[in-house]
């Protein structure tokens, strides 16, 4: 049976948390994951680091690791002190996941979130040699930690890498690492692919990780847009065993809703209660359509 986790930018405004409060709460909720950020945890001391992955564990929430990177860690920087700048970045992400008993990487992490092309371009591959250039490098780590190293399908408004299954399955073809895998996401899939099937079955084994929300980044639900028989059945098809993690975001303000572009009450003025309610139909309703 697939883990369900849920990212903690959704219960949140801003990204620094009380890490230890939100295990409560994802537990309380009936997730099996929390999905976790770099940057806030890069602030706290390793001490404080070690008691929420111990606290994690006591009550056996597994932590994972989602990224955007941030324009001055770009991974495909033509600045080559950008890309070494964006290599240590995430090799200290990847002792910090040891040090919290980790491995999986993800989200985007091969260039940087929210910036894209800025005028009309036909070819992209000096972007790519960068970037993958730099995620060879990375990959010597994540092999040695053990960590897998998610590459994310993002839609065309939030990166120009990869924007498609087909690119994506390329991209990691040139890295050639067996720890870098694949993070396909339903709402930006919902903007890219032709068909959610299609895309998941095209991918198969090289799946690592699989993010879910609505069209509009509601939490899954059972009156949504999204075809969750379909998306199920495709994952059970290529026998998929990885982690299931939502990734809706639903109210404005803050950095996170200044991040996520929410610059509307998705939420229909949702109390937190509300709000845990929502996440609690979710996690009921894919763990019935994920069960073989």
Same mark, same amino acid.
């Given at each position: 049976?697939?883990? %369900?986790?849920?990212? &903690?930018?959704? &219960?949140?405004?801003?990204?620094? $948390?009380?890490?230890?409060?939100?295990?409560?709460?994802?537990?309380?909720?009936?997730?099996?994951?929390?999905?976790?950020?770099?940057?806030?945890?890069?602030?706290?001391?390793?001490?404080?680091?070690?008691?929420?992955?111990?606290?994690?564990?006591?009550?056996?929430?597994?932590?994972?690791?989602?990224?955007?990177?941030? =324009?001055?860690?770009?991974?495909?920087?033509?600045?080559?002190?950008?890309? =070494?700048?964006?290599?240590?970045? $995430?090799?200290?992400?990847?002792?910090?996941?040891?040090?919290?008993?980790?491995?999986?990487?993800?989200?985007?992490?091969?260039?940087?979130?929210?910036?894209?092309?800025?005028?009309?371009?036909?070819?992209?591959?000096?972007?790519? =040699?960068?970037?993958?250039?730099? @995620?060879?490098?990375?990959?010597? /780590?994540?092999?040695?930690?053990?960590?897998? &190293?998610?590459?994310?399908?993002?839609?065309?408004?939030?990166?120009?890498?990869?924007?498609?299954?087909?690119? !994506?399955?390329?991209?990691? /073809?040139?890295?050639?690492?067996?720890? #870098?895998?694949?993070?396909?996401? $339903?709402?930006?899939?919902?903007?890219?692919?032709? /068909? &959610?099937?299609? !895309?998941?079955?095209? @991918?198969?084994?090289?799946?690592?990780?699989?993010?879910?929300?609505?069209?509009?980044?509601?939490?899954? #639900?059972?009156?949504?847009?999204?075809?969750?028989?379909? %998306?199920?059945?495709?994952?059970?098809?290529?026998?998929?065993?990885?982690? @299931?993690?939502?990734?809706?975001?639903?109210?404005?303000?803050?950095?996170?809703?200044?991040?996520?572009?929410?610059?509307?009450?998705?939420?229909?003025?949702?109390?937190?209660?509300?709000?845990?309610?929502? @996440?609690?139909?979710?996690?009921?309703?894919?763990?019935?359509?994920?069960?073989?």
């Amino acid at each position: 049976m697939n883990k %369900i986790g849920i990212h &903690f930018g959704y &219960f949140n405004s801003d990204w620094d $948390t009380d890490f230890i409060r939100q295990i409560d709460q994802v537990k309380r909720i009936g997730f099996d994951i929390l999905e976790v950020a770099p940057a806030p945890l890069m602030k706290l001391s390793k001490e404080e680091r070690q008691n929420i992955a111990d606290y994690a564990g006591q009550n056996g929430i597994e932590l994972t690791f989602s990224v955007g990177l941030a =324009k001055e860690y770009d991974l495909a920087s033509q600045e080559s002190k950008v890309r =070494k700048a964006g290599i240590q970045f $995430t090799l200290d992400t990847f002792e910090i996941m040891k040090e919290m008993g980790s491995n999986m990487y993800s989200g985007v992490d091969i260039g940087a979130w929210n910036q894209t092309y800025l005028y009309g371009v036909t070819d992209k591959s000096k972007e790519w =040699k960068y970037s993958i250039q730099s @995620v060879k490098e990375i990959m010597q /780590s994540a092999e040695e930690k053990g960590i897998t &190293f998610a590459v994310e399908v993002v839609n065309r408004y939030e990166s120009s890498l990869v924007n498609t299954a087909e690119e !994506a399955l390329e991209y990691i /073809s040139r890295v050639d690492s067996p720890n #870098c895998k694949i993070l396909l996401d $339903t709402y930006h899939m919902n903007i890219e692919e032709d /068909s &959610f099937y299609d !895309a998941i079955k095209l @991918v198969g084994d090289k799946l690592g990780h699989f993010h879910v929300g609505e069209a509009n980044r509601r939490p899954p #639900c059972p009156e949504g847009r999204m075809p969750w028989d379909e %998306i199920a059945g495709a994952l059970k098809e290529i026998n998929y065993g990885g982690a @299931v993690v939502m990734e809706p975001f639903i109210k404005m303000g803050g950095e996170v809703g200044r991040d996520i572009k929410v610059w509307r009450d998705i939420s229909r003025k949702a109390s937190m209660d509300e709000m845990e309610q929502y @996440v609690g139909v979710s996690v009921k309703m894919l763990r019935e359509k994920l069960r073989r």
